[in-house]
């Protein structure tokens, strides 16, 4: 090769994708044998040497044939492995795209999905508040319930007792008279040791009741702790009185009151406490 000028020019236009690194047109491939420089005469050769290089140009054209075609097949290689490689981008971009829109989508969705979340959020707390508050209100009425069942069954068990002992009922009270007489104190404290008292006398159906059993009988009505004052047991100042006529003359000592003319309606007199009298206990249920 020492004395052959050789070139091989590829003549090729570019890609119009601009990829210059590609060439696809291998029928473009020029070689020029002996090539020489513009202007510089064949120097001049003997008849040995023609032959010698006649044989070395046959020898030379052949593996220049031989690399051409290696060329040829590895342009054509790299043409497919470009086309190849060009048509994995385009999936891989087309892919990409796909992969953005989704992305945009999916982050659209969780957007949405934050928000409702926060909504979901703030109901499921104000839910809980809310039955946090019903759950005390049901604790109150709950516990107020079981007080008021327990109050009921206590009177239940009240009626059922009073009933069983033959106390007489009327108006929301059981009352229970004596068959022997005591004092006034001994009187009220026989009520009390009952789970009662004295009679508290409240309205004239009351004072009616009481009169029906014809007999002469301690109520619960004193004025021994301020004379002149008279008071119930329970505490509360006499408003309506059943007084007889004349009563209550205060005579000697006479700080307690008994149903004495119960064939009136007003029979009441006052008398001295130490006598011994029937009494009558009331026993209130408060239905
Ligand atoms: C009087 C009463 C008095 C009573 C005393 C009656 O004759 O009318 O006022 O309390 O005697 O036992
Ligand atoms: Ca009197």
Not at 44 to 56: I, M, S, V
Request: glycine fraction near 4%; hydrophobic fraction near 25%; proline fraction near 2%.
């Amino acid at each position: 090769m020492s004395d052959l000028n050789r070139k091989v020019r590829f003549q090729t236009s570019e890609k119009k994708d601009g990829n210059e690194d590609f060439y696809d047109n291998t029928d473009n491939v020029m070689i020029y044998d002996n090539y020489q420089t513009e202007g510089s005469p064949a120097p001049p050769k003997l008849q040995d040497d023609a032959t010698k290089d006649q044989q070395q140009t046959s020898h030379d054209k052949s593996n220049w044939i031989m690399e051409r075609n290696q060329l040829w097949a590895d342009n054509a290689n790299l043409t497919s492995e470009r086309d190849e490689l060009q048509s994995s981008y385009s999936d891989v971009k087309s892919h990409n795209h796909n992969l953005t829109q989704k992305t945009s989508q999916l982050e659209n969705e969780n957007d949405h999905l934050q928000a409702v979340n926060n909504n979901l959020t703030k109901e499921r707390d104000e839910l809980q508040n809310h039955i946090d508050k019903k759950t005390l209100d049901f604790e109150a009425s709950f516990e107020t319930l079981t007080e008021q069942r327990d109050e009921l069954k206590k009177k239940l068990t009240d009626f059922v007792h009073y009933s069983q002992q033959e106390w007489k009922y009327f108006s929301g009270s059981f009352y229970y008279i004596s068959s022997n007489k005591k004092t006034w104190h001994e009187s009220r404290t026989d009520c009390l040791q009952r789970g009662a008292d004295l009679v508290v006398v409240n309205s004239r159906e009351e004072q009616a009741f009481i009169n029906q059993y014809r007999k002469s009988m301690w109520i619960g009505l004193t004025d021994s702790e301020r004379e002149g004052t008279w008071k119930w047991v329970d505490g509360t100042p006499l408003t309506t009185s059943f007084w007889y006529s004349g009563e209550p003359n205060e005579g000697r000592n006479e700080d307690c009151v008994e149903t004495m003319f119960y064939r009136n309606k007003h029979g009441w007199n006052d008398v001295i406490c130490r006598g011994k009298k029937l009494w009558i206990c009331e026993k209130k249920m408060f239905l």
